[in-house]
């Protein structure tokens, strides 16, 4: 036995990890197959020491006790000097024994924890060891009944039973040393838990709340369902975005007027680098900040001549490449017009095909004077407002 270096704990945890799991049916023993990228035993040696301080004597099969100290000692951390492993017997009950004659001299309360309880949270060891110190001399976690529970004979119904009166145990099942000590020098049967074999050699147990996860992985879906609650959550679906555009262009210019990816003969053009169609450019503002790629002057600023003389088509198939490269969907855009001239009614729906077509999206176009204020109002030129909607793939 070795002699720790820290103050000896007032608390032993043994964890009975000896089993094969016939029930699981897996190419390992049960505590060394893996939920994750971690093994059962594992999982359960991360809520042991996350728990009360505590010598932690860990039962193997005799062929595993290097693996298993390897395991403790990843679990352990600053606890490793506090681990102990030793081999298991044929039955859980040998296990417990072995372990048992394994706790330290000085220790006072022993609790007896299933490594098939991978996903026991340290709570329960705590509300274990607190009732323990306040003077219990057995203390059993338990969850209450769920189900309708029937007593039955073959497979006829005897009777219903109170499930009121019925608890499920769980472990970790915690014990003043000398009691568990005595009931297990004088064990006459074999019982599944220590509880039971406290209380034939006539101990007392009292109870404390158990967990929902520290339930026992015994079967393939015991495991399956240990894998799902340790399985990262799924990212939140990713949300639409919105991006707003704006432009403003004064009339004269030279030609005739293209706005809204139309030409309108007749029509006094407008000042601009390109064509100056403040439809289009509030469009491409507002999808490429919807998408988080900067704004017009990004990607089409006066360092790129070919868009000197460019029509709205041009600039909005390139700004459907780039968001589209940048992972992103165009929804829909809805683009309002304020000027006195031109006139959009008859030519609304023109304006609409040309920008959607060219956009890959429906593009929505209003138009609106505003009262004779301001230099739309004026007629000194155009403002356009834009909103756009893009979807994250
Ligand atoms: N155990 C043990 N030594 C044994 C039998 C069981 O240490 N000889 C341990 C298991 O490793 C497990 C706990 O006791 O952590 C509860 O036992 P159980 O769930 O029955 O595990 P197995 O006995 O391994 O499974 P099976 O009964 O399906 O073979
Ligand atoms: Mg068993």
């Known amino acids: 036995m070795t002699t720790p270096l820290i103050p000896v ?7 009975v990890a000896a089993g094969s799991g016939v029930r699981l049916g897996a190419d390992a023993p049960k505590a060394f197959v893996g939920i994750d990228a971690h093994t059962v035993l594992r999982h359960a040696l991360e809520g042991v020491f ?3 301080a505590a010598q932690v004597v860990i039962v ?3 062929e595993r006790t290097g693996d298993a100290l390897t395991e403790a000692h990843e679990a352990a951390g600053r606890r490793r000097d506090l681990v102990t492993v030793v081999a298991g017997g044929a039955t859980r009950q040998e296990s417990v024994a072995a372990g048992l004659s394994a706790v330290w001299p000085d220790v006072e309360f022993v609790l007896v924890h299933d490594a098939a309880r991978a996903l026991t949270p340290a709570s329960v060891f705590t509300r274990v060891v607190e009732a323990l110190e306040a003077g219990q001399d057995a203390v059993l976690p338990v969850l209450p009944v769920i189900d309708t529970i029937k007593r039955v004979s073959g497979d006829a119904v005897v009777e219903p039973v109170d499930r009121a009166e019925l608890a499920a145990a769980q472990t970790p099942q915690g014990f003043r040393r000398r009691m568990l000590d005595h009931a297990y020098a004088s064990a006459a049967a074999d019982h599944t838990d220590d509880a039971a074999l406290v209380q034939a050699a006539g101990g007392h147990i009292a109870t404390v709340r158990g967990d929902e996860r520290a339930f026992k992985i015994t079967t393939a879906a015991d495991l399956e369902r240990a894998r799902l609650l340790l399985a990262p959550a799924a990212p939140a679906a990713a949300l639409p975005r919105v991006g707003v555009g704006t432009d403003v262009h004064a009339f004269g210019g030279e030609g005739t007027l293209w706005l809204a990816g139309l030409e309108w003969p007749g029509e006094q053009a407008l000042h601009g680098h390109s064509d100056g169609d403040a ?8 999808v490429l900040a919807a998408a988080g790629l900067g704004d017009i002057g990004t990607h089409f600023g006066t ?3 070919e868009f000197a003389g460019a029509h709205a088509p041009a600039f909005l198939a390139h700004t459907r490449t780039l968001v589209e490269a940048a992972g992103f969907a165009i929804g829909n855009v809805s683009v309002q017009v304020q000027a006195n001239r031109p006139r959009f009614a008859s030519r609304r729906g023109e304006a609409e095909t040309v920008l959607s077509a060219a956009l890959g999206a429906p593009v929505a176009v209003s138009a609106t004077t505003t009262d004779g204020l301001g230099f739309t109002g004026t007629g000194e030129g155009v403002a356009a407002y834009a909103v756009a909607l893009v979807v994250p793939r």
């Not at 439809?279 to 507002?286: C, P, R, S, Y």
């Open 279 to 286: 439809v289009a450019h509030a469009i491409v503002d507002a």
């Open 9 to 15: 704990p007032r608390v032993a945890i043994i964890v």
């Open 60 to 62: 193997a099969p005799t």
């Open 303 to 305: 360092d790129r001549p």
């Open 50 to 52: 996350a728990g009360p």
